[in-house]
């Protein structure tokens, strides 16, 4: 049964406001996502009975604590189909995510001659860090290009099986979904390609984890990081996924309480995964708030929450190819599109197009989203961009087009 898309906004009381005077229209999904009541009542009950350290304490309290923490992680271990909880590793998020795995494994593996390949479509968060531990280590960063002049034409495979076959490459990062452009990447198939050629894989899943079902076996990838924030969950908390073979035998990334078996003056032992990787206290409550979180999207269903964002998405498309000026980037006409449209406006500065469409109470971004490279490859300083979550509605796109067409008209652009 499809499930009904218009009533949801009312789970979430932040979109309960009006901004300009207007209801607001919330469209900047793709940076952060609201909370429903579930999260914020899983938050507030766990502070209000429970708060407590995880993992130390022999008292009620810290009992509770360690079992919602650890529930969180077995959790997220279904959602995304690991095969054991000790392949969950909490974290602050994808980029720190992203992180642990370049300076953990990155960092002891990689040498010189042996090469790191990205795609040009990568948020920096997963091209920072690889840019930073090929530094350190003498490796070679390389890119999958991507094609068209509004990269419409998504990753260029050829390219990519000829940087495979050129050898050396032991590690591929690539953004599952993009964040500019609403690419779909065939991560299943970047995957297999990377196995066969014997480098590992680094999915970034920052766009995708709470907008499809994922299956990270069936994908195939050795590496999967992702978000809370930008899948209902509160801000503060992510995941990486990482293979147990490997994650065994990784480095821990910090140091500190938790992730010690024995400590000397002279040197210590690390626990195994997760807990190598999770020193200091962790962040309970918003692990909590993510297992609630994933309750509220499988109740409504990932696979229509992905569906009903891109038929929001296509509408936008739709509409705002028909406005004077306009540039969008991304997969064209009726090719699968994630939920969100980026676009420019000739003559009109994307930061103006978000500071007009606010007064009409439809919140927007604009700027590069931290894809610089890209940005500068396809001639653009900037771009505007729609992002599209559950509690979105084909009323918010028409909001959308008619701010649009309002601040064209006062910029003259006919
Ligand atoms: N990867 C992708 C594809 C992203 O879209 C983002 C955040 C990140 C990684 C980083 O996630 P974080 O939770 O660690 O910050 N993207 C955006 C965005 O598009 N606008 O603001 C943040």
Known sequence: ?????????????????????????????AATTHKPRAVIDALARFYERDNSNVHRGLHALSMRATDGYEA???RTTKFINASESAEVVFTSGTT??????????????????????????????????????C?????????????GENAEGGLDMAAYDELLLAGNVKLVAFTHISNTLGTINPATEICAKAKAAGALTMVDGAQSAGHENVDVQAMGCDFYA????????????????GRRELMDV?????????????????????????????????????AIGLHAAMDYLDSVGRPAIG????????????????????????????????GLVSFAFEGVHAHDVVTFADQDGVALRGGHHCNQPLMRKLGLPSTTRASFYLYNTPADVDALVASMQRILKFFGVE
């Not at 949801?8 to 009006?18: A, E, G, I, S, T």
């Not at 530094?135 to 094609?147: C, K, N």
């Open 96 to 133: 720190a995510s992203v992180n642990l795995v370049a300076q953990g494994w990155g960092r002891d593996t990689l040498k010189p001659g042996d090469v790191v390949v990205c795609t040009e479509m990568e948020h920096h968060s997963n091209m920072v860090p690889w840019q930073i531990v």
């Open 1 to 29: 049964m499809t499930p009904d898309f218009s009533n949801l906004r009312l789970d979430f009381p932040v979109l309960d406001q009006h901004v300009g005077g207007h209801p607001l229209v919330y469209l900047d999904n």
């Open 307 to 338: 569906r009903h964002e891109s038929e929001l998405a296509a509408l936008a498309y739709d509409a705002l190819s028909e406005l004077p000026g306009i540039r969008i980037l991304g997969p064209g006409k009726g090719q699968p599109r994630a």
């Open 226 to 241: 992702f978000s809370g924030h930008k899948m209902a969950a509160p801000t503060g908390i992510g995941v990486l996924y």
């Open 250 to 286: 990784m480095s821990p990334w910090q140091g500190g309480g938790g992730m010690i078996s024995t400590v000397e003056y002279e040197g210590s032992k690390w626990k195994p995964s997760p807990e190598r990787f999770e020193a200091g206290t962790p962040n309970v409550a918003d």
């Open 72 to 74: 969180a992680r077995e």
């Open 135 to 147: 530094q350190q280590t003498g490796a070679t960063l390389r890119y999958i290009p991507v094609l």
